[in-house]
């Protein structure tokens, strides 16, 4: 079906970006077919159907490249015992217990509740890691199921960690990079692995393998802690970029999440390798781990993007975050306000594109028709020079009215029309309690 998004602001994004007022995307089924004045377009495309987009902007869909779906149940959870003091602690006290508590009903609810999450914000890609011990076997295929039927686009992978008292998940990756193979464009695969600190070697080396057989990259956490460094050192005497690289995780497709507490020499060899790091600037503030060194990885020519780590689904509220941040940590306000947009708009368009084999995060004719509406009057001009004015100080504010993914309408008018958002949340909250009982129980 072809349809005219008409009458709207669009940004085109991409290496030629254009703010075009009082403009229309047409799509037709799964593309953009044309982008221009919305009078032209109506003529070109008299029997399209019409979605007008007065009063709104229309931005290419916003990619997040780091989620946990599963940790939608935590939320509102008490934790038994003394509140975590450090990283590690909020790891054993509640993580590792959440993902253990997770029945494969509750793995299905807690992909479903946090894609309408997505989708609310006109976030259409995301790359998710996941984990669920007890219900670990076929977990990629029920989150697949849920992906699908949101509509929106997602790489998976399963948390392989040594640490895993009911076993490692290596297999569901595999099972799942070859299922998936090349992918159709709407679910990827990665190979998922915790951390330097939960892994062993030999564990690495299997995964690595099964990573280069399938084409895929590695999906893990690195340096989030000070303890995740102090071990490498400690086990391994050397720094664990070092040693993931040796082993042969790093790669243009293989994302290494915070890298909060790594130096020059691993920054260089991030870069050298081509390999991607996730900033997750909320996870980080919120578990106090420390800031990470985005500005230096940038100027060494790293590929940074932005994830949330599970903390929501909402990218421009991660881009301020990162914004704000990194001025402060860095106590210069000439700071972030390239960079911090940069991250969400051009990085995470790259990783997407490594991972799905396509060009995301532009609007352009013959690209995907992935698209965010939102309600926005500018106050003041808005043009090209200045959109990173609108989006920082504006558009993180303004309110997602529609969104497209794949050239389907997933979201209009606010209402959520591939999910029945009310029902899932109900059920969830019937499951939840049940959850949270068993996780007093762990050990
Ligand atoms: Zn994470």
Same mark, same amino acid.
Do not use: P, W, Y
């Given at each position: 079906m072809t349809t005219r998004f008409e009458n709207g602001i669009v940004v085109t994004l991409g290496n030629n970006n254009r703010v075009l007022w009082n403009a229309t995307v047409v799509t037709d089924g799964e593309l953009v077919t044309a982008v221009g004045d919305s009078a032209e377009m109506k003529r070109r495309f008299p029997d399209a159907k019409s979605v007008d987009c007065s009063g709104k902007i229309i931005l290419p869909g916003f990619i997040c490249s780091h989620h946990h779906f599963y940790s939608t149940m935590a939320r509102g959870m008490a934790i038994p015992g003394e509140p975590a003091k450090n990283f590690v602690e909020i790891l054993e006290k509640l993580w590792w217990k959440v993902d253990r508590a997770l029945d494969e009903e509750d793995v299905l609810l807690s992909a479903q509740l946090p894609l309408v999450d997505c989708i609310r914000n006109g976030t259409t890609t995301v790359i998710d890691h996941h984990a669920s011990p007890a219900a670990r076997d076929g977990s990629l295929d029920v989150i697949e199921t849920a992906v699908r039927q949101a509509g929106v686009r997602a790489s998976l992978c399963y948390e392989v960690s040594d640490r895993n008292i009911m076993g490692g998940g290596i297999a569901e990756n595999e099972r799942f990079i070859k299922k998936v193979g090349k992918g159709d464009g709407q679910i990827a695969a990665m190979m998922g692995?915790?951390?330097?600190?939960?892994?062993? +070697? +030999?564990?690495?080396?299997?995964?690595?393998?099964?990573?280069?057989?399938?084409?895929?990259?590695?999906?893990?956490?690195?340096?989030?802690?000070?303890a995740d460094r102090e071990d490498s050192l400690k086990k391994y005497n050397t720094t664990i970029v070092n040693r993931l690289?040796?082993?042969?995780?790093?790669?243009?497709?293989?994302?290494?999440?915070?890298?909060?507490?790594? +130096?020059?020499?691993?920054?260089?060899?991030?870069?050298?390798?081509?390999?991607?790091?996730?900033h997750n600037p909320e996870s980080n503030m919120n578990n106090a781990v420390g800031v990470t060194p985005i500005l230096k990885m940038l100027q060494k020519g790293v590929l940074v993007g932005l994830g949330t780590d599970g903390m929501g689904s909402d990218m421009l509220v991660q881009m301020r975050c990162a914004y704000l941040l990194h001025r402060l940590a860095n106590r210069d306000p000439r700071v972030a306000f390239m960079e911090a947009p940069q991250m969400l708009l051009q990085n995470n368009a790259e990783i997407a594109g490594r991972q799905f084999g396509l060009q995301l995060g532009q609007i352009a004719e013959g690209l995907p028709a992935d698209l965010a509406i939102l309600d926005y009057c500018p106050p003041t001009p &808005?043009?090209?020079?200045?959109?990173? /004015?609108? &989006?920082?100080? /504006?558009?993180? +504010?303004?309110?997602?009215?529609?969104?497209?993914?794949?050239?389907?309408?997933?979201?209009?008018?606010?209402?959520?029309?591939?999910?029945?958002?009310e029902r899932l949340a109900a059920r969830s909250r019937e499951l939840a309690p049940k959850m949270w009982a068993r996780l007093q129980e762990l050990q």
């Open positions: 692995l915790h951390a330097s600190f939960t892994l062993s +070697d +030999d564990t690495l080396e299997k995964c690595v393998g099964i990573a280069k057989q399938g084409e895929v990259g590695c999906h893990i956490h690195v340096a989030e802690d000070l690289n040796k082993l042969g995780a790093t790669g243009k497709k293989s994302i290494f999440v915070h890298c909060v507490h790594i +130096d020059e020499n691993e920054m260089d060899v991030i870069a050298r390798t081509a390999t991607i790091v996730v &808005l043009s090209e020079a200045n959109f990173l /004015g609108h &989006l920082i100080f /504006g558009l993180v +504010d303004a309110v997602v009215d529609t969104t497209v993914c794949r050239g389907k309408i997933l979201m209009q008018g606010k209402r959520i029309l591939s999910m029945d958002e």
